[in-house]
């Protein structure tokens, strides 16, 4: 019996940064922010964001989100919309192509 509860913990922890289905096949892009790692997959203008450095008790709405934030707009170039998600696993919506407001206001839109 122990040995088959081993088998079980390594399959379940090798599965900790696993892409989800939408992001299957699509190689991650490794960055690092301010001392937290990030593995990101992008598929059209959603970010598949997972943090891969241990860190104590991190929260997203500390500075979590905001480094998550950084490395996406760092890595893809686009505005981030939006994060959701917890502190292990994000996605992030991007503003790619939209002009904002202020861009709209000052072309006279």
Not at 54 to 60: D, N
Request: with cysteine; charged share 25%.
């Amino acid at each position: 019996m122990w040995p088959i509860s081993k088998i079980c913990l390594v399959v379940l922890l090798s599965a900790c940064n696993s892409p989800s289905m939408h992001f299957e096949g699509i190689s991650p892009r490794k960055i690092m922010v301010l001392g937290t790692e990030f593995e990101l997959r992008r598929n059209a203008d959603l970010v598949q964001v997972i943090r891969t450095s241990r860190e104590y008790a991190p929260r997203l709405s500390q500075q979590l989100g905001r480094r998550a934030e950084i490395a996406v707009e760092q890595t893809y170039v686009c505005p981030v919309d939006r994060i959701r998600g917890d502190a292990s696993m994000m996605l992030a919506y991007l503003k790619c192509g939209e002009p904002d407001d202020l861009a709209r206001i000052g072309n006279g839109a």
